[in-house]
Nanobody
């Protein structure tokens, strides 16, 4: 059974950094994309970044471009979200995910699997 497990969340002050990790038990045959989204209470899911499972350039939401970086270590079946210059508005539960499709800005439409989430809290 495919499972995703996130780690690395926590509390930081504004301007700080965090790196989240996501380990997959395996990748499904139709998995094309590895990504991250977040959700704050009362808000909809926000796609953050996504990249092809075999490597290649990542696509980011405008709000996090230049601050967040998605990367992967395919041998470890792990993908990462490195976050810098964090702001209080970044406070949310962060989820790693896999998806089908073309790994573009609308990748949340093709969600396949996501993890249990990890909380990120940024204080001012």
């Amino acid at each position: 059974q495919v499972r995703l497990v996130e780690s690395g969340g926590g509390s930081v002050q504004a301007g700080g950094s965090l790196k989240l990790s996501c380990v997959a038990s395996l990748y499904a045959a139709n998995t094309h994309c590895l990504g991250w989204f977040r959700q704050a209470p009362g808000n909809e899911r926000e796609a953050l970044g996504v990249m092809p499972v075999g490597g290649g350039p990542a696509t980011y939401m405008d709000e996090v471009k230049g601050r967040f970086t998605v990367s992967q270590d395919r041998a470890k079946k792990t993908h990462y979200l490195e976050m810098k210059s964090l702001k209080p508005d970044d406070t949310a539960t962060y989820y790693c995910a896999t998806a089908r499709g073309y790994c573009r800005a609308d990748w949340l439409r093709f969600l396949e699997l996501w993890g249990q989430g990890t909380q990120v809290t940024v204080s001012s």
